[in-house]
């Protein structure tokens, strides 16, 4: 038979996954509520992973007209595309990590660096709408 310190243990356990699940859950529905938002006004919008340091943040990304956007419950950012120096696609970030399957899609503004991490057809996707650009390439114009 189990003792009660076992049974409160194993309790303690069981509700701390249960929060877990909870919030999981919860942040997933109000990333489908941002990207059904941004759905009405973007060009193109998928989920990504805004990638800070070692953290790794979900996040909605669209295009709305001249700007990049990128959303979640804690967070609203929009860059404005004339004012960025580089757009690529790798198949690692900028700390050498491997991302594949998928592709980091970097941008540069004013020596900073933003990057997200996209899975294979949401990569296709950006490529397509907003094509890799930057000084190596000479192709530094207004979007």
């Given at each position: ?134 000084y190596d390439t000479g192709e530094r114009q207004a979007v």
């Amino acid at each position: 038979m189990l003792s009660l310190g076992t049974l409160t243990v194993v309790g303690i356990v069981v509700a701390a996954a249960l929060v877990v699940l909870l919030l999981r859950f919860r942040v997933q529905d109000k990333l489908q509520a941002i990207e059904t938002k941004r759905r009405g006004e973007a060009t193109v919008v998928t989920r990504a992973h805004f990638v800070e340091g070692l953290e790794r943040m979900p996040v909605v990304i669209s295009l709305v007209g001249g700007n990049f956007c990128y959303d979640n419950a804690d967070l609203e950012a929009c860059l404005e595309l004339p004012l960025v120096d580089e757009i690529e696609y790798d198949d690692e970030t900028a700390t050498g990590h491997s991302v594949t399957p998928g592709k980091a899609l970097r941008l540069r503004s004013h020596g900073h660096a933003f990057e997200f991490i996209l899975d294979d057809a949401s990569s296709a996707k950006w490529e397509s709408a907003l094509p890799a650009r930057g000084y190596d390439t000479g192709e530094r114009q207004a979007v």
